[in-house]
């Protein structure tokens, strides 16, 4: 089986591993550096519960080799918080019960760290469909996006 | 802490959810630990010849293929609900030995050093398969002749199911009006977002068994892997972890809840086994596909005379472990609100060649409730009256209750506790304002656009029993846990404890730990399903929760030298009433209660206490959906714009989960009303095996606004708290609401909606050519 060495950067960490080529980015981060919080729905792309954000952009990690990674910096749902003071999407998600299982939240949290640094004030319109990517099972959307609607307003309120 | 009950405090569990810190059965690591992948039959109905595993098992990394040979005689899965002798010939093996009848039916499980190298083993073996035909369509193969599934049980008829009261034939003949119609409900599931999964590992040295994953009904699951491997119960630990989305499916006993277990044991490694989606969409339950024939009769001013409804259920290859429950439920509670003297209900079980069935959120009440929401719109339509006034004039009255209704389900008949049909109906129309949107329609007809209105009154079932076990303790450090019987699946369920134990012993629910399916933790238990978490769980637990206090503030008295009616328990501490300082912390209380120490008299020692809460009766929750939609004739696309649900459950004990309920089920109501179907070609192949081609509603698909008005007007007199189950109310009326909104929208063109899922493709073909529901 063929391997390479990488190296990168994942929640400000350094990591440097030897990966199988045909290593998911997703199972690398879950299985070799035991970042769980990265879950798969589908592992072929549709549900987004994957979603990280590497070198800045949203992307689904069920559909990169880990050796893609190779050079990037990461950020996934470990990373969000500072210690224990919750980032403000994740609060805006507690209190307005944006999730029940918490399965899908992972990938909703990264798609929105990334659409709310792109789009400060969005519409509700524009919510839904930045979140159309991401399949949730449990909540129906609706708090989802009333929790998105906060998390840009405490943004917005706290300069981030 | 007073006033927690009814309060929408934020969840207990959030916070371990929303940092990636909770541990679902995937995220597990051991040392050692092996993965397993399962080979599945790709045939619809084949007998099977010769495994050749060889290539497989000379693979580097890959320490065992076991198939039904190396298994040796094992049982099958048993029926947890409602078995019956009729079943026994249809029940599932854990493996294919000699034959395969659906697509996805496990034949051999590889364990290897990693998931990788097991599925590169999958490919390696050669299976020698000998097609037979395939029974796929269930009225077929419920005729005489028919390519049959199990030899033992001449045809595909599993059980047939007779529900009556009245005179049907008489009151039909006697009505003035009848209408007979065809309706079809398609084959989807609840699909959670988190696949199955489970770990199990040994130790040979204890014999102690451990299964991680292990969902929904832990304890039943730990009794029937003990019989099936013939290890001792109590040597088995069943561990539930973080649940991804249950919905009837998940924590159901399937095959590989004995091929994971039966590895590990065998290997002496721990095991992890974790499906993927195209396995998910093959091998855990589909439901909900029903074909009905029903006639209704009705008198001119639109009052129901009698139903008559025949069905035919598809249950797929073999009877798993909801047995037809989902067949008795349609049956029972099919009549739904309304007073129908004269019902009759004839059920076909039919097995076919695909998927084997269960339960999802409302089974039986999304179908049946489609299917009669569907009717009395069409009885308004025949009588020229306003569907809402048909409804008028035909609900079971509050004083009325409790109401007979004539059927039976789950070895209980169906007596409606109590309800204010008519009440909860009105809240709903008035929330969507029903007459400002007929004006609208009117307006918007005259335009060329095309906007219906739909109404789906909907009966449930909640809390279902035989029972539940809380146990609730105050440990030496002054915590209070909350020990819990019942399962989570991701509902919020520790947060709905956790208020309802704060509400008695004077504390905030984050002070409350609330510990559940862990059978070593926790020793007797029931499980998550039937809408049963508050009420039945919450029963046992608020009970428990008053028996410690009373035990709490009769050791209090005797060290405070105070009367118990003059203590108040509060902020983890006693005080005697006027004087804060003559005080107890819980703490003190726990240490004065420890064994040797002088105890009341009678006073068991050790603060805490437990109960089992019966529940001998389910109760029916209930409530009216209202939809407008509009749909695009040119593109047969249905967009939402209105939705109200106004739906009983008695007492709200958190009423943001309630409505989080509401909400999250009608999104998976729309995807049954619009989207979702498990399609098979006319072989018995699975065509739809991604999430490309089964389609879960997105963020677009869902409508924004939904109105969630929860009632409490009729607690029920089943519970201490009057709380009836919130869990599928929100997915059960809602392919009947948008269903009827779909056909009110296009009763212009004159087409007949009688079928599920109104996809686009669908309600084209309608609106091209009205005959062809
Ligand atoms: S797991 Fe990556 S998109 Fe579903
Ligand atoms: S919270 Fe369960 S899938 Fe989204």
Redesign the pocket.
Known sequence: MSERAIRLKVNGREYQRTVEVRKTLADFLREDLELTGTHL?CEHGVCG?CTIVMDGEAVRSCLLFAVQADGADLLTVEGLAEGEALHPIQEAFWEHHG???????PG?LMTLYCFLRDRPRPSEAEIREALAGN?????GYQN?VLAAKAAAEKLAATGR | MAGLIGASIKRKEDPRLLTGRGRYVADLRLPGMLHAAVLRSPHPHARLRATDASAARALPGVVAVITARDLGPVGRIPVRLGPRPSLEACLQPPLASDRVRYVGEPIAVVVAASRYLAEDALERITVGYEPLQAAVDARLAAEAGAPALHEALGGNVVERLLTQSGDVAGALAAADRRIRERFVVQRHTGV???TRGLVAAYDAGTRLLTVWGVAKVPHWNRRVLAELLDHPEHLIRVVELEV??GFGVRGEFYPEDLLVPWAAMRLGRPVQWVEDRREHLMAANHSREQLHDVEIGVRRDGTILALHDRFLADLGAYIRTHGVIVPELTAALLPGPYRIRNYRCEVLCVLTNKTPTGTYRGPGRFEGTFVRERLVDMVAGALGLDPAEVRRRNFIQPEEMPYEVGGAALGQPTVYDCGNYPGAFETALAAIDYKAVREEQAAARRQGRHLGIGLGCVVEKAGLGPWEYARVEVDGSGQVTVYSGAASV?QGLETTLAQICGEELGLPAEAITVIHGDSALVPFGIGAFASRGAMVAGGAVLEASRRLRAKILALAARLLEARGDDLVLDHGRVHVRGAPGRALSLRDLARAAAPGQPLPPGMEPGLSAQHFFEAPRMSYPYGTHAAVVEVDAETGQVALLKYVIAYDVGRAINPAIVAGQFV?GLAQGIGGALYEELVYDADGQLLTTTFMDYLLPTAMETPAGVVAKILEETPTPLHPLGSKGAGEGGSSGAGAAIANAVADALAPFGVVVNALPLSPDRLLRLILNPGSG
Do not use: D, K, N, V
């Open positions: 729905g519960a999730l029940q299982c918490g399965f899908c939240t909703f399949l949730c099972r449990c909540t989802i | 959670p977002m988190e991804g989305g991701g999250g």
